[in-house]
């Protein structure tokens, strides 16, 4: 009997979902709060579901790794693979680590107190919640970085991707 294989692009489907929500935030006729929230959950999915695709063609034992380490800890290693370092502070990178916190603090959601002048305003250190960043603006800068990143990371980190339009092709088959 053969049996047919597919490599699925799991980053690939999780970029599409995240586009269109996306769309789907900027054609919003109310506040786009929750579709700004959806584009950024599978943003932080992007991030993850990519750097393991990158992982698994930089290190022949990326499985320990992938269970192991943050994406924030997987991005550190592959670049330090190549003798690189990543500035958190500019972009796209900067954006990764911020959609990653807010990954995390929605994971991690609970019901709690906060000053009602501070629950939407970003600009307030120490103060801010996963709320802040379900604006249509914050969730457009990510996006886009998150895009950028999908571009520059396989040349950075010399490891090779698909073209945009593939979710996933046949790897063989098993007689």
């Known amino acids: 009997m053969t049996v047919h294989r597919q490599l699925i692009y799991s980053y690939a489907y999780l970029a599409m ?32 579901a990519f750097i393991n695709h990158a992982g698994e063609q930089i290190f022949p034992f990326w499985l320990p790794l992938k269970k192991k380490l ?18 958190w502070g500019a972009r796209p990178f900067q954006s990764v680590a911020s959609v990653m916190l807010f990954r995390n603090m929605i994971v991690h959601a609970d019901s709690h107190a906060v000053e009602t002048k501070h629950l939407y305003d970003s600009a307030t250190p120490g ?13 457009q800068r990510i996006c ?32």
């Open 17 to 48: 979902a995240m586009r269109r929500s996306l769309k789907d935030a900027k054609e919003s006729q109310i506040e786009p709060f929750v579709e700004c929230m959806t584009a950024l959950l599978y943003a932080a999915l992007v991030v993850e």
């Open 70 to 87: 943050s994406p924030t800890e997987k991005i550190e290693i592959c670049a330090a693979s190549k003798n690189l370092k990543i500035d």
């Open 127 to 139: 103060n801010k919640t996963w709320h802040s960043y379900c604006k249509l603006p914050v969730a």
């Open 144 to 175: 886009e970085d998150v895009e950028s990143m999908l571009k520059q990371m396989p040349e950075l980190f010399a490891f090779t991707i698909p073209p945009e339009f593939l979710l996933s092709e046949g790897i063989g088959s098993n007689a």
